[in-house]
């Protein structure tokens, strides 16, 4: 999707979080401001795929670099082309209008953005979901996330390399084919459960398991864009 907004949206987060335990991986713009993704939603759930945008090197030969208007940070999943993207052109949109000089053959509009990064990445996870029907919305992220070539692009000092999509390492990979993670218990976003607020001690239910399984690492954080996450490992 494309749409967002800066800060935390509870309503927008609970909408991921109830379409991922359905079954669906929601593939999101990290946004254009050129700041943390952790302060845009829903870009900043843990329940989506977070693309950044790439743009074009300035010399022939180079590697692309890191969009200069991506938004950026450790919640970044992946990175794909977001620059002077061709696009159908809606007659008399707004974006028309506002950008006549980008207009190709009338049929066509050049775009920039997160948002025209997306549909790369989203197309990838169709693809992966069709060569691969039982994957969960665990696996086929982390073919995504976890397969794609380098270069990554390290934008701030202490943020994550953010990998670049790789179509062909990703849709081949057999790595995520046995990956088994899920948390089974609490689940507040199941039908008939409104209680999305756990305010008494918390025991978490699952299982994590494949075929080089070493370790799972639970994360966990307050509701709140500039809390750090916290690491329990087992």
């Known amino acids: 999707n494309s749409y967002g907004s800066m800060g935390v949206s509870q309503a927008q987060n609970d909408a991921m979080a109830y379409a ?5 991986l929601p ?14 939603t829903p870009a900043n759930s843990p329940f989506v795929v977070t693309v950044g945008a790439t743009q074009k090197a300035m010399n022939a030969g180079e590697a692309d ?12 999943d992946i990175a794909a082309p977001g620059q002077d ?4 052109n809606a007659a008399n949109s707004v974006l028309a ?26 197309g990838m996870a169709a693809l992966i979901k069709a060569r691969n029907p039982s994957y969960t919305p665990a696996q086929i992220s982390y073919a995504l996330s976890n397969i794609s070539s380098s270069p990554s692009w390290k934008i701030y000092q202490g943020y994550t390399p953010t ?34 607020f756990i305010k008494t001690a918390l025991v978490l239910q699952g299982t994590a398991m494949g075929s080089q399984f070493a370790r799972y690492t639970v994360s966990y954080k307050k509701i709140d864009p500039s809390a750090a996450w916290s690491d329990s490992y087992t």
């Open 85 to 88: 993207i061709l696009s159908l």
């Open 65 to 76: 670099y890191y969009a200069y208007f991506s938004n950026y940070g450790a919640n970044l």
């Open 97 to 122: 209008q506002s950008q006549p000089s980008n207009i190709v053959n009338n049929n066509y509009l050049r775009l920039s953005g997160t948002s025209m990064a997306t549909p790369y990445v989203a």
């Open 27 to 40: 593939i999101v713009a990290a946004g254009n401001d050129n700041w943390n993704a952790a302060y845009t």
């Open 20 to 24: 991922y335990h359905k079954g669906a």
């Open 163 to 196: 990998p670049l999509a790789n179509i062909g390492q990703s849709i081949n990979t057999s790595q995520a084919a046995d990956l088994k993670v899920a948390i089974t218990s609490p689940n507040p976003y199941q039908e008939g459960n409104n209680n999305h």
